[in-house]
């Protein structure tokens, strides 16, 4: 065994981990105060909103948040690219045809096709889609919760034949897709990082940025294989 | 048997008053009846002194009570304005047309903004029972509260159901050809949302459709009868309102574009919804297991 494996490995760096915490805290407060909206005539809305200060307020921390999340978002493409000229950027969170082969593998992991759990690089399929997840909301969600909050400047750069269904069609994009993502996050990523047995409560990743080594050979040994097994020596 | 007693009862009771009092005609005077009666004819005397019509005299409006148990509780003789409308008001089939003409004498400009109003002229001049009359959006005459109340049929945050209850229904929307689904459709825009979690900023039917002269949409006289007006309209809240913008709102039924993207949206996220709740079971499931069954034979260190 190689002995400069270290005790704990680095996932993420103090810049992606303070990038989280805002795109997290952002986005529970744009759920929170959405939801109110979302579901008006489900009560008890009109006392859930009021909780965030009444409709006019809640409509202006929703704006603010959703303005920080979209900041937040641009930072990170000039983090990605500060990488890339650091030449520290590797394309591990793209998705591959690989990632079919590990969900398969898993799939039958869970069914007990298979004895072994998958050969997982550094960011699992579920991982990948959880990122790329979001790219997808700030695409959706994010475009037309701007154009929403700018109806008449919008309607100027919209052609005419599609003002019929436009509004509407926003309106359910941002207001449907929002729900996929709480629902998702609700479910895949509170299961994984926080209901998982050898997590729970919560997996510390988020606020130390590093994971115990056996930990990691065991969840990403593709990767570990890479750094430091067999071979690892001519990659360097 | 009971019944008739009571009768007999008021009549002697009023001749009574009428007697001696030289018919005193406060309305101390007629709730001392009508405060204990149930169903129409009754009033609530606490809700009524509540009102914002609370101080006045039964007979200010009810100039002319029928019947002999009413013999000598009259009101000023109703004036030509008063009578002209309650004639107006005829089509209605009403209990007492002239108290509900009444209003005329103290709000005349209302009244002859609402004769000109669609509501108006369904009842005036198409002699319809469907228009609607004063009380029909203000509420029972006795009750009727200022409009910052939350009692008010008119208040801000009361206004959508006032409408609703002709507007929303079938055989009127029918009827009078409104776009199907009207309401439902202001309902889930954002604006009714917002009124509806009391946005005191959002806008109700009144706010853009106006109220006493309100008119049909296919009116170019209405605020959002023509391109024109519309953009007046919107602009009171979004500055800068222009055509393409104002075409926004028609509270019509969802364009298929849209109803697709919507369907379209709804399969996408039930079936993530699905892929996901299956795959996290399924990893519960192998997780418990390898507790289970595998314990400490997974690390090869």
């Excluded at chain 2, 009846?33 to 006045?56: I, R, T, W």
């Excluded at chain 2, 009827?175 to 009124?195: I, Q």
């Excluded at chain 2, 079971?281 to 690390?299: C, E, N, P, Q, V």
Aim: contains cysteine.
């Amino acid at each position: 065994m190689n002995k400069d494996i270290p005790q704990e490995i680095q996932r993420f760096d103090l810049s992606a981990r303070i990038q989280h915490i805002i795109m997290f805290s952002t986005f529970l407060i744009l759920s929170f105060t959405g939801w109110g909206l979302k579901y008006a005539y489900v009560q008890p809305s009109s006392a859930w909103i009021h909780i965030w200060g009444g409709p006019k307020i809640a409509g202006i921390i929703h704006r603010v948040a959703g303005i920080l999340m979209l900041l937040d978002f641009i930072y990170h493409q000039f983090y990605l690219l500060n990488l890339a000229r650091k030449r520290d950027l590797r394309l591990t969170i793209i998705p591959m045809p690989k990632d079919v082969v590990d969900m398969v593998h898993n799939f039958m992991y869970f069914l007990g096709l298979r004895k072994e759990e998958p050969y997982f690089g550094k960011f699992t399929y579920l991982q990948k889609f959880d990122y790329w997840a979001v790219y997808w909301g700030m695409f959706i969600i994010g475009t037309s919760g701007f154009f929403l909050a700018f109806p008449v400047t919008v309607s100027a750069l919209f052609p005419t034949w599609t003002l019929a269904w436009a509004w509407d069609v926003l309106f359910i994009m941002h207001s449907d897709e929002a729900l996929l993502a709480i629902v998702f996050i609700l479910i895949i990523h509170f299961y994984n990082e926080h209901l998982r047995s050898e997590y729970f409560p919560m997996n510390w990743l988020w606020l130390t940025g590093k994971m115990p080594i056996d930990q990691f050979k065991h969840h990403h040994p593709a990767e570990y294989d890479y750094l430091y097994g067999k071979g690892a020596e001519k990659k360097k | 048997m009971r019944f008739r007693l009571k009768i007999l009862f008021m009549m002697l009771f009023a001749c009574l008053l009428a007697a001696t009092a030289g018919a005193a005609t406060d309305a101390a005077t007629c709730l001392s009846c009508h405060g204990s009666m149930d169903g129409a004819a009754g009033v609530n005397k606490d809700k009524y002194e509540k009102s914002v019509h609370g101080s006045f005299d039964c007979v200010t409006c009810h100039m002319a009570p029928k019947g002999d148990q009413h013999t000598g509780l009259t009101g000023a003789p109703p004036d030509k304005v008063v009578k002209e409308f309650a004639a107006a008001l005829a089509p209605k089939g009403l209990k007492d047309p002239l108290a509900a003409a009444a209003c005329v004498g103290c709000h005349p400009d209302k009244v002859e903004e609402y004769k000109g109003s669609i509501h108006g002229q369904n009842v005036i001049v198409k002699k319809s029972t469907d228009g609607p009359v004063c009380t029909s959006c203000h509420g029972i005459p006795h009750y009727i509260e200022k409009r910052p109340s939350m009692a008010s049929k008119v208040y801000l945050f009361n206004i959508v159901e006032t409408c609703g209850k002709c507007h929303e229904e079938k055989h009127i929307i029918e009827k009078y050809k409104f776009s199907p689904l009207v309401m439902e459709r202001y309902k889930e825009s954002f604006h009714g949302r917002k009124l509806k979690l009391g946005h005191a900023g959002a806008p109700s039917c009144a706010s853009c459709h106006g109220a006493h002269d309100i008119k049909s949409t296919k009116d170019a006289s209405s605020p959002v009868g023509s391109v024109e007006n519309k953009k007046k309209t919107c602009s009171k809240c979004h500055s800068g309102a222009m055509e393409k913008f104002v075409a926004a709102i028609t509270h019509k039924p969802l364009h298929p574009v849209a109803h697709f993207a919507e369907i379209a949206l709804i399969i996408l996220t039930v079936g993530t919804f699905m892929f996901i709740i299956t795959h996290v079971l399924l990893d519960i499931f192998a997780d418990i297991r390898k507790r289970l069954f595998r314990k400490g034979g997974d690390h090869h260190e």
